[in-house]
């Protein structure tokens, strides 16, 4: 397997940085995941753009173009010849000293890293999943934007921590006045007579871009869709839910808490615009 680091391909055993790298230290840098599918990166352009203002955010600058970064990228997935794939970008603040102070770091890292997939089970997409809420919260857009994908996931460590110990794949958090926000890893939507929501950024979610490539094939297919804040009630007497995300695609959730999401199994809407999403992930994007 072949690794970009900073400047060049290595194989993953040469893939090291430094202790002092301020991203090791203070988790202090940003990151992309994103998914190839037969060659395709999935809204690359998307990505790409993302990284570029949670750096910009965090006042990180990145040490490539958009274009560079974006070449590397797909070269990376051919070098290990991967049609299918996640693909992982990292731009760290760089290695400096022990204090705090980003100052002392001259020069960002940036590694790139594109592995076989691994996914939810097949199965889960035909069973939905099961989840539950958990104490963890997401801080909201007025302390640190949940719309900067940065390497400070511990809030989303503790969600996945919680969900274990449920004995669940995945939960979902609440922002401090109990609004749902977000799973660890995914946005969450769900189907109310027809209608579908999904939590707005300001409540505590990083913008996704599976989220948002669902909400343009739901209004495409003239389905009404918006952004609405709503809380763990509004989840329990869903019609239908689902979560989205890079790595979970469009996922069913046909239990919350203990309570039954509709009958208990995926509900036709969600099925359809998993459908229609597979669809799209071939074409829209680069090769
Ligand atoms: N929310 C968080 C906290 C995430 O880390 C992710 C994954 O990237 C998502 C949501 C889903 O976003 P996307 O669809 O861009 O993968």
New binding site residues.
Partial sequence: QLIYLNDRFVNKKDALVSVYDHGFLYGDGVFE?IRAYEGNVFRLDE?ID?LYDSAKSIMLSVPFTKEELSELTVETLKRNQLNDAYIRIVVSRGVGNLGLDPSSCRRPQVIIIAEQLSLFPKALYETGIEIVTVATRRNRSDVLS?KV?SLN?LN?ILVRIEANLAGVSEALMLNDQGYVA??????VFIIKNGEILTPPGYVG??E????NAVMEIASGLGFPVREQVFTRHDVYVADEMFL????AEVISVVKVDGRTIGDGTPGELTKKLLKEFRKTVTTDGTK
């Fill in positions: 995941g990505h993302r949940p994908k996931y989303n977000e799973g660890s890893a995914d946005n979610a990083l996704g871009i599976t989220r989205t995300g890079t790595a």
